[in-house]
């Protein structure tokens, strides 16, 4: 890794941290990290196990995948049967269950369901099937969404007819402010997302100390970033000090990145949005504005969202919500495991419950 | 949701550049940045560059973190 | 002669022959091959271990190696995996109709190179063609016999606490390099296939000790996979050290970039070795001056603590579970 990158994975470093974080004495506060990478993260390098049992962990809702609701899985199903379609999707979505089937079985009954690295992956695929109709599965967060917008304004730009995109973008603001009112989970700090932050500025969060008056740490995604993201969070707190410090300056300008917000007004415009598990949250998703709409593929395969139900005794909710930890929900380890997922906090990859499965600290 | 890399352009051709990260080389857009240069660092999200990587920063931010202040056991 | 595989190639008459005599016995020649018997016989004295394994492998060609290359090494492999020294291998093909002869040529010589190295016999075999779309242009399936020499007792329940665990090379090389091959993620790596036949490799190690509890090659589902499959066979726990564990800088960087994780990558040329801390340093200095054995590591131990789990000790201090993967690892974006 590049000098500097390998620096924020230095054992000693770390050991450092740890110690510090050790020494910690004071009352239980509760850090809630709202980004599915930093779940990931948390889990991957065990942070967990390093933690005194007096500062608690709670994953938020940002798992693109956990929040997207039933029936764009069930949806992405239905257009993948018609003949000349090509479903194009990141990864991340292959394994979700739907009503019954979910798009990695559906691949396995012989659908044409590729996985590509980049959304712009697919402009490549349309313009080389050109008796195709190439579908991307788009989902995510502010980091993401501007690559689709792009991808969304280039197949414009190459006047790309047998593209489109099937979105459920989400934006995340209004989402924390719901959190920041939730009287069931005292957050006391925010760990912030790094990469949304890179796209958004830092801005809103300044917003949310003030009004809300709970301190937040913009941080990166390395074990150095997030131990000491929760240091100086805890200390935060401790002092009462309702602040946002920025801790990933070399991504991270407080400004954000126009060129992507622009990127992305010019395609999206915010809508209200069903978050899985959540419900309802106002202006908290985002659809393909009019002067594309050749390229929404709601509006050109006539598709109608319908609401499917849940299995009944799972927690995504409130799990999402920070209110019940996974050993909370009667089907987990039992009934819902990593083999056969229920809800999608069990088959996102960063899913609050299949990261507490796949590392948890021992 | 934001799995990205740091990679170093090493090519530059129109809005696309040639990234190189431990190793690995692949084309991505960058389109959603400003004002870089061949050997820039860029942080790689989807195919996408979507900021600048600021090495300088990246060593301040280091010897910051190593200047540990004492917990406030409140 | 043709110029591909035809439903008559398969049919057993002239043109079976033809291709039997043209390219297998060609390739593979041996004294007991060319008997072109319905059975090979030979000798066999000790305890015999017999092995099977079937390649279906897509791309077919790839960095590296091709499907020949892989079932000679996966077999030959899976003998010295159990201690066994390989003599013999049988080979059945499966080949789909449209098959140009000169990838089949390409893969059968190097099925006769990869046993030449590893100095076993390919003596008996058997060739069927199916119609196009009835198979991914060719499957093999090769079974292997060898001789377990005296006093030797490796098997997966042997596993004691306080064991040390060697992985003999770099991890998730084959299994990286295949996925950039097969999935179109336009990602450019010098990376390719570990595909190698380890049993000479294996021989040297017995020669100086057979003082060794388990061993077994990390193929699908990668180290993870093996070692918990292991752990529960043992009845035993395994702790790993994330900083001992060889990856391959290239290889570590495809997977940050895929959010994909190489404990989980399959690998054709690697072996897993589990014993007492005692002969430790007899094996590794043994490993560390072979071809295929110089990058050995020691990458964790064998505990009674977690029984039937893999726990690895993180880069930043912390403990996680290395679980059983479920299914294929797939690219993440989020």
């Not at chain 1, 938020?60 to 764009?72: A, I, M, N, R």
């Not at chain 1, 292959?94 to 396995?108: I, R």
């Not at chain 1, 890179?198 to 300044?206: D, E, N, P, S």
């Not at chain 2, 560059?49 to 301040?60: L, Y």
């Amino acid at each position: 890794m590049d000098n500097y990158s390998s620096a924020f994975r230095d054992s000693n470093l770390a050991a450092l941290l740890t110690e510090r974080l050790s020494k910690y004495s004071g009352s239980n506060v509760n850090i809630m990290e709202v980004c599915g990478t930093h779940t990931m993260s948390i889990s991957r390098y065990g942070i967990r196990s390093l933690l005194p049992e007096s500062i608690n962990l709670i994953s938020g809702p940002g798992c693109p995948v956990c929040v997207t609701p039933l029936y764009f899985i069930n949806s992405a199903i239905e257009l993948s049967n018609e003949k000349d379609v090509i479903i194009t999707t990141f990864g991340d979505l292959m394994k979700v269950p739907g009503t019954s089937s979910s798009l990695l079985m559906e691949k396995a009954r012989g659908k044409d369901i590729r996985i590509v690295y980049s959304p712009l992956d697919s402009l490549k695929i349309a313009s080389e099937n050109k008796d195709k109709r190439v579908v991307f599965l788009s989902v995510g967060f502010e980091t993401t969404t501007p690559v689709t917008a792009l991808t969304i304004r280039k197949a414009a730009e190459e006047g790309l007819s047998n593209f489109s995109v099937l979105s459920a973008n989400k934006t995340i603001p209004n989402a924390l402010k719901i959190l920041a009112l939730d009287e069931d989970v005292k957050v006391h700090g925010y760990l912030y997302p790094g990469h949304v932050s890179a796209i958004i500025g830092t801005k809103l969060y300044h917003e949310l100390a003030s009004q809300y008056g709970i301190p937040g740490v913009v941080a990166g995604f390395e074990p150095i970033d997030i131990l000491h993201g929760i240091l100086t969070l805890v200390d935060m707190i401790n002092e009462n000090k309702k602040a946002v410090v920025n801790e990933y300056k070399r991504v991270v300008d407080e400004e954000g990145n126009k060129e992507a917000i622009k990127v992305t007004e010019q395609v999206f415009s915010p809508c209200d949005s069903v978050w899985r598990g959540i419900g309802n949250i106002p202006l908290s998703g985002l659809v393909i504005r009019d002067e594309y709409e050749a390229f929404d593929a709601w509006k050109v395969y006539n598709l109608k969202p319908c609401i499917a139900e849940e299995t009944p005794g799972c927690k995504c909710g409130e799990i999402l919500r920070g209110k019940l930890k996974p050993t909370d929900c009667g089907l987990y380890g039992k009934k819902c495991t990593p083999e056969n997922p229920v809800g999608a906090c069990m088959v996102s990859s960063e899913g609050t419950c299949a990261a507490y499965y796949r590392y948890q600290g021992v | 949701m934001c799995l990205a890399l740091p990679g170093k352009i090493i090519e530059i051709k129109d809005k696309t550049g040639i990234i190189e990260m431990m190793g690995v080389v692949r084309e991505v857009s960058l389109e959603l940045i400003k004002d870089y240069s061949l050997g820039d660092y860029v942080l790689v999200h989807a195919g996408c560059a979507i900021s600048k990587v600021d090495e300088e920063e990246a060593v301040k931010t280091i010897e910051l973190f190593k200047e540990l202040k004492e917990m406030d056991n409140g | 002669m043709q110029e591909i595989i035809t439903l008559a190639h398969g049919s057993g008459g002239k043109t079976t022959g033809d291709l039997i005599k043209n390219i297998f016995i060609k390739h593979f020649n041996n004294d007991i091959l060319i008997k072109n018997e319905d059975a090979a016989s030979f000798m066999l004295s000790g305890r015999a271990a017999f092995t099977t394994d079937s390649f279906v492998i897509t791309p077919v060609f790839f960095k590296g190696g091709n499907i020949g290359k892989l079932a000679v090494c996966g077999t030959v492999n899976d003998l010295s995996a159990v201690g066994a020294s390989p003599l013999y291998l049988s080979c059945g093909f499966i080949i789909e109709e449209g098959l140009s002869l000169n990838e089949l040529e390409a893969i059968v010589e190097a099925m006769a190179q990869t046993a030449k190295e590893a100095g076993v016999k390919i003596v008996a075999g058997d060739t069927k063609v199916v119609q196009k779309n009835a198979a991914d242009k060719i499957f093999i399936n090769t079974s292997g016999i060898g001789i377990i020499p005296d006093g030797l007792y490796i098997s997966g329940s042997n596993a004691k606490p306080g064991d040390k665990v060697i992985i003999t090379g770099t991890v998730g090389d084959h299994g990286c390099s295949i996925l950039l091959e097969r999935e179109r993620l336009d990602i450019y790596a010098d990376i390719k296939s570990d595909c190698a036949p380890l049993n000479k490799m294996i021989g040297d190690v017995l020669s100086k000790t057979k003082d060794i509890h388990v061993m077994r090659d990390p193929t699908r589902g990668g180290v993870a996979a093996t070692l918990n499959e292991i752990a529960a066979q043992s009845k035993v726990g395994i702790k790993l050290y994330e900083d001992s564990i060889p990856v391959n800088d290239q290889v570590r960087g495809v997977c940050e970039l895929l959010g994909m994780d190489p404990l989980y990558m399959a690998n054709e040329g690697k072996m897993l070795i589990i014993a007492p801390e005692a002969s430790v340093n007899n094996i590794m200095g043994v490993l560390r001056n072979t071809e295929y054995g110089a990058n050995s590591c020691i990458i964790g131990e064998v505990t009674d603590e977690h029984i039937n789990r893999v726990v690895m000790k993180t880069v930043a201090g912390g403990n996680r579970i290395v679980d059983m993967p479920v299914g294929d690892q797939l690219p993440r974006i989020c």
